[in-house]
């Protein structure tokens, strides 16, 4: 067995290769979820023959071949970064995406007033409300999602943090208090974009804004306006050519202060409005 892992090793990161850019990162990470050994003895020979061994290597064997299959490695591990810390993830729960945190960035960096009530929507693993609740003891945030799933997920996320609440809602129907800032980052993939192929194994109601991708868009600003105080900030995360069409929406619905903001990439990510 000792010899083995050895070629396992090279044999996987030989596998891993077809499918990653990193597949020694990606090795490591997978070994480190199936033995629960830190991320360095991945690289060393630490199998020795015994049972519990043996279980963690068939484990690991069946995480590669996940892998291979295209599953996104969050979702074997069962965790991915945000922010300033590790969201456990489910296939119930989009995978945070680092272009995501410029929501969470522009937030913090825009507001410094104390007791703020904020409404993240669609909150998912609760990547967003979480890590601003985190932040921001004094603020209280309430997150919402249609799936119960999720929002199990984002309550287990949520552990030891005091301000924020979750519902379970469509956007904003049931929703009656007034928050000083909203916040979301929606489905947004046109229905007929091929790129919804390459994600199968994400949530497609947290993907997938309808035919143009802009109907979660729409809904929200709609209904934003009820539930913003006056001058109240509407955030959004939006498809990079999506711009100008939520730029419009925004205008229709009397929306001031427009402002758009680009993520790491140079793309158009994230507007900002005021009610
Ligand atoms: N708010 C979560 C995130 O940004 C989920 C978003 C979604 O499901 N569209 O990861």
New binding site residues.
Partial sequence: MTSGIDEFRQESIKKLAKISSEPLREYMELFSAATGLSKAYALTNIFEVNSEKIKNFRLLEEYIAQRCLGMPLPYITGTKG?WKKDFRVTTD?????PE?ELLVELILSEHKRKNLKVL?L????????ISIAEEMPDWTITAT?MSLL?LQTAKINSRGLKNINFVQCFWLNSIGASFDIIV????YICRNDPHLENLSFE?R???EGGEDGLSPAREIIRRAKINLVEKGHLYL?HGHNQRDDVVQILREHAFFKINSYQDLAGHDRVIRANS
């Fill in positions: 945000f729960t989009l995978i945070p995406r995501t993240d669609g909150t998912g693993s609760g990547a967003i409300g999602d999720a979301s980052n929606p489905p949530p109601i947290a993907l995360e």
